[in-house]
């Protein structure tokens, strides 16, 4: 299970940095994914990471960044050049095969509460 923080409203052009920590566990190995889902929509993946590998959808390629921080068994997405199509709840989880590197959500598991990003001037 994860908890998701960081969220918050920004103007278009500003960055925010999420958090996604591992509940009282260390960080899986398996892949860990950002997705994005506005209301009445499905979850979006935006950003992945396994190891050193990094996916991304092409629509943030270039302005988001995800990394993680074993040591605060922590993954994080740094979004910049925010626009206002990138508002949404942003969730964070974790791939159920350890083979698996992929942004569909069907993939996923352990998904957390949410937080809430806003990008309005």
């Known amino acids: 299970q994860f908890a998701e923080s960081g969220g918050g409203l920004v103007q278009p052009g500003g960055s925010l940095r999420l958090s996604c920590e591992s509940s009282?566990?260390?960080?899986?190995?398996?892949?860990i994914g950002w997705f994005r889902q506005v209301p009445g929509g499905e979850r979006v993946g935006v950003a992945c990471?396994?190891?050193?590998?990094?996916l991304y959808l092409d629509l943030v390629e270039g302005r988001f960044t995800i990394s993680r921080d074993d040591a605060k068994n922590t993954v994080y997405l740094q979004m910049d050049s925010l626009k206002p199509e990138d508002a949404g709840v942003y969730y964070c989880?974790?791939?159920?095969?350890?083979?698996?590197?992929?942004?569909?959500?069907?993939?996923?598991?352990?998904w957390g509460q949410g937080t809430q990003v806003t990008v309005s001037s």
């Open positions: 989880a974790a791939v159920r095969s350890e083979l698996a590197f992929t942004l569909h959500d069907e993939a996923y598991s352990g």
């Open positions: 009282g566990t260390a960080l899986p190995t398996n892949t």
């Open positions: 990471i396994k190891g050193g590998d990094t």
